[in-house]
């Protein structure tokens, strides 16, 4: 009986020393609208039809703004996420109706960053859901984390204005559920 008391005052002052010495750590929240995009880094995809379609060449890192369009929507996914799963076809079509309107296309661009997932599960995904535009994988939630450890899937429209800089117009958790709404709502919020 001893022992236990003995282990527990001892344990008590361990916690209470770690509760009072640890620096609080700062929260990471979501972009908010308003706001500017977390420095968000990625590698350029290897295939040509996906430079091609961000405006991008060659080899090494982007930033999200450098993508060539005045509008970006990236989707925060997981390939374990069963709602993402059940949305993959409604963001394909998303893509689709963006390609297709002569209005939006080359103006409006959509990627995905796998949460979590390695190269070979963002392949996985890729081909199992048949995505045609950029998906990127994010091993070891290093973007995750920039955008404050969201659920997925959680979605970001970027503004990106004639100088340069460019503005968080959309961030969501969240299915879109319909993609005409969902376009309609870019559209509008975004002011193209």
Do not use: W
């Not at 430079?51 to 989707?75: A, D």
């Not at 079509?93 to 409006?108: A, D």
């Not at 859901?129 to 290093?142: A, C, E, G, I």
């Not at 995750?144 to 990106?160: A, D």
Request: glycine share 8%; proline share 6%; with cysteine.
């Amino acid at each position: 009986m001893k022992k236990v008391l003995l282990y527990s005052i001892l344990a008590g002052f361990l916690i209470s020393q770690f509760i009072f010495t640890c620096p609080a750590v700062a929260e990471v929240k979501p972009p908010e609208v308003g706001s500017i995009l977390p420095e968000i880094i990625l590698n350029v995809p290897k295939e040509p039809e996906h430079q091609k379609y961000l405006g991008l060449t060659g080899e090494g890192t982007f930033k999200i703004p450098e993508i060539k369009g005045k509008v970006v929507i990236y989707e925060i996914y997981s390939m374990y996420c069963p709602f993402c799963q059940k949305e993959a076809p409604i963001v394909n079509q998303l893509f689709q109706k963006i390609e297709s309107n002569e209005r939006l296309k080359g103006k409006v661009k959509l990627i995905g960053i796998g949460a979590g997932n390695s190269v070979f599960e963002v392949d996985f995904f890729r081909k199992n859901y048949d995505v045609k535009f950029p998906l990127f994988p994010d091993t070891d939630f290093s973007i995750h984390k920039i955008m404050g450890e969201v659920r997925t899937p959680y979605f970001v429209g970027i503004k990106i204005n004639a100088d340069g800089t460019h503005t968080v117009f959309y961030s969501k958790l969240g299915t879109i559920n319909n993609a005409d709404e969902f376009l309609s709502l870019i559209v509008k919020l975004s002011g193209l």
